[in-house]
């Protein structure tokens, strides 16, 4: 835990792992894109371009992606992946997960980098597509794909179906041999590990919408006739099922057991406990399934408190449980693929915002939760400061309770930091965008502030909520910025709008009722 540093200024207020900066000015590294820094004149800017010029460009709020960073992560997972597993299977395939954040230009360097690229929908399937992703290199997820995505998956010749359940065993190798093709699928189940951050949590039974459970069923069938399948689990009978399918080329196992996951233990247990079951189907089968897919989770800092792993580091511990396993089971190593969203996009992306009003409330600090009975006559100041976007541009603070940080981003700190809070404009008081941040007090109106780490389920979580429109995304390379999404005009908003026919005569005044 970092933060103990107590201050003159420290507010009872703020979470223990807050501390208050010593220099305002100064960037946290792991928060923020390699080509971000603060000029001399206090103005932060991104590979050379300063944020007042793109804030005059492009308007706020605004995404500022470096290019540059999101190559260098996409390489860094593939080497450090590669380099680790190398002897064991010849190196790893890594699918960038495309949910955390896809346009067409992404899937290009994505493309560019020689990765994977990993789809949960017909959409994103199609982003890809159009980027001249080869098929051969892309997945398909999701617990209830349509026919329609399916055969469009299947069409594109998939390196990768990732089947969620019993019922899309037959659904995929039925569209597959229509179509006098064989779809390449892997198998998604539930290895009951969940992990998140610090922690992970091992389970047998599974009580989640995704994939298919290791756990052999008790009582009676959901039909409730004893079969040959009966005491075996449905991860065992969906292997059996595609085994014999003709439109089907299993693969392997896939799983993925939460997200922002700091530590290597839960992936270690989960490759544990698929291996098992690879080992199961050898014996049972007589076949050794070539792949193993660990999925994605891999965590970032979006505030000081958080240390994530080196990537390098995780995949080292994960290597080396696979490799001992498969020893001990006498199995050959699969090729193993994994499938990092968030670790690629996340922090290569800041927002931006234009502060608008400001306010100064006092609060008690047992307002804070805190567990000590506080002075309750005694209060101190939160400093409200909203900015021009909010839950709209990023929902994860409301959906999550995501914690963020902030910084004065169009010049140099004026005045001490106090404890502040950054609001959006939407009307709920959850709209939150970062919940304890220390801000110059005198941060105000005019004034342009970053959130780091937005790269992630920010752009792609966006919405209309208050009729405000999605903000543009600018990619910044070799000193130039460029639009990669263009922000939403009213224009957009009314092109779905369906509008009423005009009125048939010109007395009509359009109230009915009183023609
Ligand atoms: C969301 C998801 C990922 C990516 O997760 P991150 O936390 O962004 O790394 C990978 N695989 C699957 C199946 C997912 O659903």
New binding site residues.
Partial sequence: MTGTAVTPHASPLAPDWLSVPEDQARLDAKLWAEDVERGPDGVLRIDGVSVTELAEQYGTPLFVMSERDFRARAAMFRDAFDDAFAELCGGVDVFY?G??FLCTEVAHWVREEGLGL?T?SGGELAVALRAGMPGSRLGL?GNNKSAAEIVRAIDAGLGRIVVDSLQEVALVGDLAVERGRQANVMLRLTPGVHAHTHEFIATAHEDQKFGLSLTTEQGPGQDGTQDDDAGSSPAARAVADALVHPGINLLGVHC?IG??IFEPEGFELAAQRLLAFLAEVRDRHGVELPELDL????GIAYTEADEPRPAAEIARAMAGVVGSTCRELGLTVPRISI?????IAGPTTFTLYTAGTTKTVRVDASANGSEVVQDTSVTHPRRYVSVDGGMSDNARPVLYGADYSAVLASRAPGADPVLSRVVGKHCESGDIVVRDVYLPEDTGAGDLLAVPATG?YCWVLSSNYNYLTRPPVVAVADGAARLILRGETEEDLFRRDVQRAPAASSTDTGDTRTA
């Fill in positions: 997960a949910k955390s990993d949960c997820h993925h997200s922002q999925g994605g989770g891999y499938e990092p969203g968030r670790a992630a």
